[in-house]
């Protein structure tokens, strides 16, 4: 009911803490429907990680507009399929004028591309509409106070400096205070995404993406024979690279790939494209 129960059926919604809300999670075998990988990562971790990046790079190459090959050392190529107007810009950055990209190390086009990116995954989750708005306008107040106060504790900080220098005593207290004052107004500043509340629907999809998390988490072998039946094996990779499951995904891969030698040769390059998934982020570096 939590996570596919409608308002109009006569529930109700209230406010519960992370951990209580985590204890409504099961095991769901499919994630939502509705929503991409990236997004479902973001919402889980409510902060963009590399991970989500790298999520976004396979879930363009499943939508074929670019290739990814050379598992351990990926390679990215151009792909047949024209890339969203949202996703150009991002690849032509990546790409910078040039047919292949190489990520066996540090590249500096596809970094400018990277940064890109992140910017437009946090745009997304802070203009997502699973978060409730009253929780951003505190949030908003909150940095915004805090900022003032890291200002006021520095001037404080300085002129007790300056005491301390000349008289000692009052102004070491003086000091003191204004170290006081800078961190706390940093320390609010920073735990200041503790103040954001998703709505139902945010909660309800967070349910549903935490439940089949913990299907990653614990998959074997014969889950992924029965992903690649239904041609859902790139999907769940990235899905398992997305929520920071790709090590026990891959391992269930692994597994079923050695139990069943016929799968691995008819899967090959599914299961190159998911080893390349996890080396992406190493290009950025």
């Known amino acids: 009911d939590a996570a596919f129960g409608e308002l109009e059926d006569g529930l109700y919604s209230e406010r519960v803490d992370q951990s209580d ?17 990236v997004e479902g990562g973001l919402l889980l971790e ?26 351990d050392e990926p390679i990215l190529r151009r792909g047949a399929a024209p890339p969203h107007p949202s996703v150009h810009p991002i690849l032509d950055a990546m790409f910078s004028g040039r047919y292949s990209v190489e990520l066996d190390s ?5 970094q400018t591309g990277w940064h890109r990116l992140y910017g ?22 909150v940095r915004a106070l805090s900022v003032v106060g890291v200002i006021v504790g520095l001037v404080v900080f300085v002129i ?7 008289s000692g005593g009052s102004g070491l207290a003086v000091l003191i205070v204004g170290s006081a004052i800078v961190g706390g107004a940093t320390g609010a500043i920073v735990n200041s995404f503790e103040l954001l509340v ?26 992924v024979d029965n992903a690649a039946e239904r041609g859902v094996l ?14 026990a995904w891959f391992s269930a891969v692994e597994a079923a790939a050695s139990r069943n030698p016929d799968m691995a040769h ?7 494209f998911m080893a390349s998934g996890v080396h992406i982020s190493s290009a950025a570096r």
């Open 46 to 71: 409510e902060r963009v990680l590399d991970q989500h990046m790298s999520a976004w790079l396979l879930e363009s190459a499943i939508r074929d507009e670019i290739q990814l090959e050379g598992g």
């Open 234 to 247: 790139r999907q769940y990779s990235a899905w398992a690279v997305a929520l920071g499951e790709s090590k």
């Open 120 to 141: 437009e995954l946090s745009d997304w989750l802070n203009g997502s509409a699973h978060w409730d708005e009253s929780g951003r306008r505190h949030r908003t107040w």
């Open 106 to 110: 540090y590249d500096g086009a596809f």
């Open 160 to 166: 007790g400096a300056v005491m301390a220098a000349r």
């Open 266 to 272: 008819r899967h090959r390059r599914d299961l190159a």
């Open 198 to 223: 998703r709505t139902e629907v945010g909660s309800a999809l967070w349910l549903r993406i935490e439940s089949f998390r913990r299907f990653l988490a614990a998959s074997e072998a014969e889950h």
């Open 21 to 37: 809300l985590a204890a409504l999670a099961t095991i769901e075998f499919e994630p939502p429907r509705d929503m991409s990988a």
